[in-house]
Antibody
Framework: EVQLVESGGGLVQPGGSLRLSCAASGFTFSSSWMYWVRQTPGKGLVWVSRINSDGSSTTYAASVKGRFTISRDNAKNTVYLQMNSLRAEDTAIYYC?????????????WGQGTLVTVSS | QSVLTQPPSASGTPGQRVTISCSGSSSNIGSHTVNWYQQLPETAPRLLIYSNNQRPSGVPDRFSGSKSGTSASLAISGLQSVDEADYYCAAWDDSLNGFVVFGGGTKLTVL
């Protein structure tokens, strides 16, 4: 059974930092592209960042580029999202997801999500 | 503003058939397959339909998907109260090195 378990969310002040972790199991993690998606009541689901299977290629949404860093440790089956210079608009539930491919790329599994609240 | 456009709400009575639309552009739906997600209250989204019309194991055949040009639809037949949830469409987008874009979500109410 595929499982994605996020951790690391919480309350942080504007300008602060958080590191999210996502522990994966039930599939060959080292062969999978991973994706962070966030959800806010006002803006729905929005992609944040993705990383390829060996960590050599990363991509970021314009809203987080330069502030967030995605990485992975295939030995630990874990993907990370380092979030710096946090802003109020980064407040959201952050989901770790797996990207798969069948004709086109799509997200097939989601973690339970971790809430990040940026507020003073 | 979401890249894909969905109606914010839909409703139906038990047993009815309901459809939810999703509109995009040539860089996403027009070039790639469409996927649908169901999000029950206080839970994470789960994959409902992939590759336009394929159902993952465990998804009832009451759920079906279709795509034409730059639009797609999700149909739910034999509506049940357990179907009350938010539904999101998604597709890969070729812009800016490629990424998944989502619709704004449709809240389905079973009357």
């Amino acid at each position: 059974e595929v499982q994605l378990v996020e951790s690391g969310g919480g309350l942080v002040q504007p300008g602060g930092s958080l590191r999210l972790s996502c522990a994966a199991s039930g599939f060959t993690f080292s062969s999978s592209w991973m994706y962070w998606v966030r959800q806010t009541p006002g803006k729905g689901l929005v992609w944040v960042s993705r990383i390829n299977s060996d960590g050599s290629s990363t991509t970021y949404a314009a809203s987080v580029k330069g502030r967030f860093t995605i990485s992975r440790d295939n030995a630990k089956n874990t993907v990370y999202l380092q979030m710096n210079s946090l802003r109020a608009e980064d407040t959201a539930i952050y989901y770790c997801t797996r990207l798969t491919h069948s004709g086109s790329y799509y997200v097939d599994y989601w973690g339970q999500g971790t809430l990040v609240t940026v507020s003073s | 503003q979401s890249v894909l456009t969905q109606p914010p709400s839909a409703s139906g009575t038990p047993g009815q058939r309901v459809t939810i639309s999703c509109s995009g552009s040539s860089s996403n739906i027009g070039s790639h397959t469409v996927n649908w997600y169901q999000q029950l209250p206080e839970t994470a989204p789960r994959l409902l339909i992939y590759s336009n019309n394929q159902r993952p194991s465990g998804v009832p055949d009451r759920f079906s998907g279709s795509k034409s040009g730059t639009s797609a639809s999700l149909a739910i037949s034999g509506l049940q109260s357990v179907d009350e949830a938010d539904y999101y469409c998604a597709a890969w987008d070729d812009s800016l090195n490629g990424f998944v874009v989502f619709g704004g979500g449709t809240k389905l109410t079973v009357l």
